[in-house]
């Protein structure tokens, strides 16, 4: 099997992210969950970049021209899906500390005046 | 009726230890009740801002300055507040103009300070405000040139309608534009401009953060 440069380096990534993914789920970092989806993600990526036709089948009817354009497509669709799921996760986390922080402040002035009281 | 006892001054302050004492000695002649919220400063300003008069509460964590302003407004109102003057604490705003902002607040919901920017705000400001105030008029209906003044007053019922989501910066323009969304009774009271640092308040990149929030206002 003769791999071209860009091949090699997506591999190595693939292979860097299944380690730190493996190290995360070894610090309890990661649910068995969490671990399964991201090697099953991973391990597709490294076979769609050893074995790109595959794909040849969909080129067609989805009108790219070439296998690489669909796998950045699809990367940049994955990367969409997570980028959106960080901002309401991160806006919902933000709402929760501000309220929290916030109702522990005001409790603060009414036990103050029950002690005058 | 609103007398000296149901007006509360809120002051959200965020390591603001230099100036906060000099803040509240020259707002505490006036004899109205006063609430400082410490936003999880990292200097003095809680211990600073305690003194005879004051309630001061504290964030465990810096949250920013809509949330603080938001936790010292329900704190007043649970308390007994039927109006609420606002000022920084960093020394911008003279509290010599409160008697102005509560006997305006007799005959309006809202009051907003207005500074004379021309010759003395920085130009980036002047644009900056030129086109918010624009922008806000065009969405809402509400056309105030300084659009970014902080020092400002309002009554409960406004309150209520002006809630601001913006826990960072931003809260000036959004009461601005909920105001007009509203179609609340406001007035504007001539205040002194004091720049005291000109990297601290609205930066260009805070002001560029809240343009997107404008729109959002108008959909809320």
Redesign the interface.
């Known amino acids: 099997m003769h791999l071209l440069g860009i091949q090699l380096l997506a591999l190595l990534f693939a292979f860097f992210m299944l380690y730190v993914n493996f190290i995360n789920y070894k610090k309890g970092k990661l649910t068995s969950g969490d671990f399964f989806l991201w090697t099953v993600l991973w391990l597709g990526f490294i076979t769609l970049t050893l074995f790109p036709e595959i794909l040849e089948p969909i080129i067609k009817p989805l009108n790219v021209i070439r296998i690489l354009d669909l796998l950045m497509l699809m990367a940049f669709a994955v990367l969409a899906i997570i980028s959106f799921d960080n901002f309401m996760k991160n806006r919902e986390i933000?709402k929760k500390?501000?309220q929290l922080?916030?109702t522990?402040?005001?409790s603060?002035?009414?036990k103050?005046?029950s002690r005058k009281k | 009726m609103k007398s000296k006892n149901n007006i509360f001054i809120v002051i959200p302050a965020y390591n603001e230890a230099a100036r906060i004492k000099d803040v509240l000695k020259k707002t505490l002649k006036f004899g109205y009740k006063i609430i400082v919220v410490d936003d999880g400063s990292s200097d003095k300003t809680a211990q600073n801002a305690t003194m005879h008069g004051v309630v001061p509460l504290r964030h465990k964590i810096n949250l920013g300055k809509g949330a603080a302003l938001k936790t010292g407004c329900e704190a007043a109102f649970d308390i007994g507040a039927t109006s609420i003057i606002v000022l920084d604490a960093d020394g911008q705003h003279d509290p010599k103009f409160i008697p102005r902002f509560a006997d305006s607040l007799r005959s309006n919901d809202i009051v907003f300070g207005k500074r004379k920017l021309v010759g003395k705000a920085p130009l980036v400001r002047l644009i900056g405000n030129k086109f918010g105030a624009s922008l806000i008029h065009l969405m809402f209906g509400i056309y105030r040139q300084d659009l970014l003044c902080g020092y400002l007053a309002f009554n409960k019922d406004a309150y209520k309608k002006i809630e601001w989501k913006s826990p960072r910066y931003g809260i000036e323009s959004e009461v601005v534009a909920r105001t007009g969304k509203n179609k609340l009774q406001y007035a504007e009271v001539e205040i002194s401009t004091i720049y005291i640092d000109k990297h601290k308040g609205v930066s260009i990149l805070d002001a560029l953060a809240i343009l997107p929030s404008v729109f959002k206002w108008r959909f809320d």
């Open positions: 933000e500390i501000e922080v916030r522990q402040t005001i603060q002035i009414k103050t005046r």
